[in-house]
T-cell receptor
Framework: QKEVEQDPGPLSVPEGAIVSLNCTYS??????FMWYRQYSRKGPELLMY????GNKEDGRFTAQVDKSSKYISLFIRDSQPSDSATYLC???????????FGQGTRLTINP | DVKVTQSSRYLVKRTGEKVFLECVQD?????MFWYRQDPGLGLRLIYF???????EKGDIPEGYSVSREKKERFSLILESASTNQTSMYLC????????????FGQGTRLTVV
């Protein structure tokens, strides 16, 4: 079993829809949680960062961490075609230097 | 903003060639990483460096070596390129400790023919 599980998709939704992307994990020591967005043929860019549990909002994006369920989510409101990309979750324990990545979910927003 | 720069966007090399991929970061980060990314396999860590001249093997180090002579520069070396090393290579850097958010370069698409 992988430490971090992420459905690779692909996921296709109409423009304006609310998108929910999720990861589950098995290591209860994970404390730092990140979401990266990767456009085709580009490097991943850091989109959201959360420490421990709770929610964090940035514009149309909300990151949610539920440590009791070992489950993290990224919500995209009012989705746009420009949100079409692969979204990778990443996480690590306190003190660790290396991130553990999910496989990435490929998302397409249809106009 | 952190900038991580990889020397090439696209490379085509022949089987058996020695290949150098270069990465430079401008934010004085202690940690630097090399990953490869393949469809269906996600990001896989090749090597990690936490200081100058210090390195640690990742999940798939076979066929690769690295060099870090200066803090800002981390090189990935394919000693004898093979077709199964055709991939997207991504360099990243992060501060040591705490949040250790990683920042990535734009990637190098390497094709070995």
């Amino acid at each position: 079993q992988k430490e971090v599980e992420q459905d690779p998709g692909p996921l296709s939704v109409p423009e304006g829809a609310i998108v929910s992307l999720n990861c589950t994990y098995s290591n209860s020591a994970f404390q730092y949680f990140m979401w990266y967005r990767q456009y085709s043929r580009k490097g991943p860019e850091l989109l959201m960062y959360t420490y421990s549990s709770g929610n964090k909002e940035d514009g149309r994006f909300t990151a949610q961490v539920d440590k009791s369920s070992k489950y993290i989510s990224l919500f995209i409101r009012d989705s746009q075609p420009s949100d079409s990309a692969t979204y990778l979750c990443a996480m690590k324990p306190q003190g660790a230097q290396k991130l553990v990545f999910g496989q990435g979910t490929r998302l397409t927003i249809n106009p | 903003d952190v900038k991580v720069t990889q020397s090439s966007r696209y490379l085509v090399k022949r089987t058996g060639e020695k290949v150098f991929l270069e990465c430079v970061q401008d934010m004085d980060h202690e940690n630097m990483f090399w990953y490869r990314q393949d469809p269906g396999l996600g990001l896989r860590l090749i090597y990690f460096s936490y200081d100058v001249k210090m390195k640690e093997k990742g999940d798939i180090p076979e066929g690769y070596s690295v060099s870090r002579e200066k803090k800002e520069r981390f090189s990935l070396i394919l000693e004898s390129a093979s077709t199964n090393q055709t991939s997207m290579y991504l360099c990243a850097s992060s501060l040591k400790g705490g949040s250790a958010r990683a920042f990535f370069g734009q990637g190098t698409r390497l094709t070995v023919v």
